[in-house]
């Protein structure tokens, strides 16, 4: 591993994502000895003049609980300075680049190595000065040796064309080496055991084609609203939100061929051929929801035609998966929280126990809440009688790995970019072929040309979506 100097750069420091995310992420970085207080130095960057000590006292609320002793976070609050600047004028780039050098020389004097990750917890809308900024002023001191990374977050742009302008404006100031895009879904737990479960299992391997799966559903939902994010939601929608990247990037772990290697270009050149792969969407193979009371939000326009909910299915043009509908659905507001892949097979051909309409088999992965896996597969009722149920091979991962601690996704992310392992983060061919999937779809619904229908808080979304995927081939098992 490297050594010497590490200064990781909050921009945005006192907004949401960095109280919420960021921070607490670091600290527990920190807790875990990733973060040896003699080689790193945590900056807060913002626009508000505040003291280290109030930007410290703002985050503390986020980093203690009952795992926390006060005593770490008052030490790793030390670690953190904060420096105030606007994000598009040399003078706070300049006191900024000014103090962590203060700090490079004082803690780099054994090794030498000037590392800086600057992590963008900003709007997009200011990426482009700001990282004009860092590399105006900012940038790793090249005869130290080290590093200088970017973090940002999405939503990187609206539509294809936007998105493409914003990365070749960053693409002009950084190589893509130096550019980690964060979608926080590729740190899951589950997410990432997806190549492993794959790929490492001859359970599987036979099994993962058209000739075998029926259909595939990549489902969000979540139980509560927009919550005071209205303004910032309404502008984009659920599709933007989530489909677009999370579900989209865990559909090409499900669907992708296997990399060469576990480097990271040869898994994102798989995930890539994926995205080119996904044909047209077709407008009936969309619907779209609202939940009643969305629009009583201050923040949102009265006649918002933003959706909240969606399913889509999107078909996969290649030898493995033609005719294989992959159903995403996303929701807000809705009857439960939860995020899961249920992969459903085929009917067993010539079927002796008439039992298929008991289920067919299904492998589901719950990435939340409660981790797990389980094969939903046909049993003899125990019993005197021959009769069949549908039971599961259940693999919980609070049960099967007691005491050990899932880590947060922002936590293992925020660890690869120190390590510059980019396995887990999304390349700018990627970025655009997800976009260039959506952007017909998104202009459709932007211009007004399809509609919202209404669904109640609380409630599965509405009844058309569970239509669409019946019409698909899903055959509902159970309620959820
Ligand atoms: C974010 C979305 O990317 O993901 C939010 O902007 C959503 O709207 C969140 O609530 C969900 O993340 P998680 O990890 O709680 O499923």
Redesign the pocket.
């Known amino acids: 591993p490297e050594t010497g100097s590490l200064s990781i750069i909050v921009l945005g420091a006192s907004g949401d994502l960095a109280k919420k995310k960021t921070f607490p992420a670091l600290f527990n970085l920190y807790r875990q000895g990733f973060l040896p207080p003699d080689e790193v130095h945590i900056f807060g960057y913002a626009r508000t003049k505040i003291s280290d000590d109030d930007l410290r006292n703002r985050i503390r609320g986020y980093l203690v609980n009952d795992a926390s002793p006060l005593e770490d976070v008052s030490k790793f609050l030390q670690l953190i300075k904060y420096v105030s600047g606007s994000y598009d004028a040399a003078e706070g780039f300049q006191l900024l680049d000014k103090e962590i050098e203060k700090h490079e020389i004082s803690k780099s004097s054994r090794e030498g190595s000037s590392r800086r990750l600057f992590y963008l917890a900003l709007p997009p809308s200011v990426y482009p000065s700001v990282c004009r900024m860092i590399r105006k002023y900012c940038m790793s001191k090249s005869d130290l040796g080290g590093w200088t990374r970017i973090v940002v977050e ?1 939503p990187f742009g609206k539509d294809l064309d936007s998105a493409e302008q914003l990365s070749s404006q960053i693409g002009e100031l950084f190589d893509e080496p130096q550019i980690y895009r964060i979608d ?2 590729l740190g ?1 737990e589950l997410v990432q055991n997806l190549l492993v479960l794959r790929f490492a299992n001859r359970f599987f391997l036979p099994l993962w084609n058209r000739d075998n799966i029926d259909n595939v559903q990549i489902v ?1 939902r ?1 139980d509560f609203g927009t919550e005071g ?1 209205g303004g910032y ?1 309404d502008e984009y929608g659920i599709i933007r ?2 489909i677009q ?2 579900l989209l990037q865990v559909l090409c772990l499900v669907a992708m061929e296997k990399p060469v290697s576990l480097k990271p270009e040869h898994i994102r050149d798989e995930k890539v051929k994926v995205l080119q792969s996904v044909l047209p969407i077709k407008d009936e193979e969309v619907v779209l929801g609202q939940y009643e009371g969305y629009r009583d939000d201050p923040t949102v326009p009265d006649h918002s035609n933003t959706p909240t909910f969606a399913t889509v299915i999107l078909r996969i043009h290649n030898e493995r998966w033609e005719g294989v509908p992959f159903i995403l659905k996303a929701g ?1 507001a809705l009857n439960s929280r939860k ?1 899961e892949i249920r992969v459903q097979f085929k009917d067993v051909p010539g079927d002796i126990f008439k039992c298929q309409k008991q289920g067919r088999n299904e492998f589901v992965i719950r990435l ?1 809440p409660s981790e797990a896996m389980y094969m939903k597969l046909t049993v003899k009722q125990p019993g005197l009688e021959m009769s069949t149920v549908q039971s599961e091979l259940d693999l919980s991962y609070r049960q099967r790995y007691q005491g050990v601690t899932i880590p947060e ?1 922002y936590e293992r992310l925020i660890l690869d970019t120190i390590r510059g392992d980019q396995q887990h983060f999304v390349r700018r061919d990627e970025l655009k072929a997800a976009w260039e999937i959506f952007t017909p779809l998104l202009h459709r619904i932007d211009n007004g040309e399809m509609k919202p229908i209404p669904y109640q808080t609380g409630s599965r979304g509405p009844a058309e979506a569970d239509e669409l995927s019946a019409k698909a081939g899903y055959v509902q098992t159970h309620g959820y």
């Open positions: 999405k926080h879904y899951k969000f979540e994010r939601f939100d989530i990247n999370h807000k995020a939340q996704a």
